[in-house]
Antibody, heavy 121, light 107 residues
């Protein structure tokens, strides 16, 4: 059964850092690009980051609100992707989902359950 | 950035009905358009991609179409499990962008 599982969420003070993990199972993790999508409470979906597979250079993309503060990476030997979040702000409060690009079409055919990040003093 | 506008924002329908949701892009996205379904408190689920490279496996009750800037998702023979929020997403260019969502309520 193909799955993604996020971890690392929690409550963090403004200005601090947090690292989220996304662990894949049931498929060849390294063959796929991955993305992070977040959803603020009561709001819609917002794409924030994307990393291609090593075959396609492992290059990354970021949405403007997080560029320069967040960093996406992957360790295919451990079937894990990371989202390093620095200089967190209150408006980063959201459920963060990891998602797989199953067909190199920059959309997401497999999603994790999400992890909640709350930025509050 | 490509803006995605969905309508209606809310629709109420009965089991067995047919509903159509629309998504309009601020520029031509060449069918690089996906639909997702999210139930309350759950992660989104991929419904379909209507682009030229592949067609996803999805129940035949769901039909996606469109071109250029205008796209639709039609759900026929509505079932109770179809309630929730539907989002469109363009994958023509980065930044990837989602529509604001259409909430489907089953009467």
């Amino acid at each position: 059964d193909e799955q993604l599982a996020e971890s690392g969420g929690g409550v963090v003070q403004p200005g601090r850092s947090l690292r989220l993990s996304c662990t894949g199972s049931g498929f060849t993790f390294g063959q796929y690009a991955l993305g992070w999508v977040r959803q603020a409470p009561g709001r819609g979906l917002e794409w924030i980051s994307f990393i291609r597979s090593r075959t396609y250079g492992g290059t990354t993309q970021y949405a403007a609100p997080v560029r320069g503060r967040f960093s996406i990476s992957r360790d295919d030997s451990r079937n894990v992707a990371y989202l390093q979040m620095n200089s967190l702000r209150a408006d980063d409060t959201a459920v963060y989902y990891c998602a797989r690009d199953g067909h190199r079409t920059w959309n997401f055919d497999l999603w994790g359950r999400g992890t909640l990040v709350t930025v509050s003093s | 950035d490509i803006q995605m506008t969905q309508s209606p924002s809310f629709v109420s329908a009965s089991v067995g009905d047919t509903v159509t949701i629309t998504c309009q892009a601020s520029q031509d996205i060449d069918k690089s358009l996906s639909w997702y379904h999210q139930k309350p408190g759950k992660a989104p689920n991929f419904v379909m991609y209507i682009g030229p490279t592949f067609r996803s496996g999805v129940a035949s009750r769901f039909w996606g179409s469109g071109s250029g800037t205008d796209y639709t998702l039609t759900i026929s023979d509505l079932q109770p499990e179809d309630f929730g929020v539907y989002y469109c997403q363009q994958s023509e260019s980065f930044p990837l962008t989602f529509g604001g969502g259409t909430r489907l309520e089953i009467k």
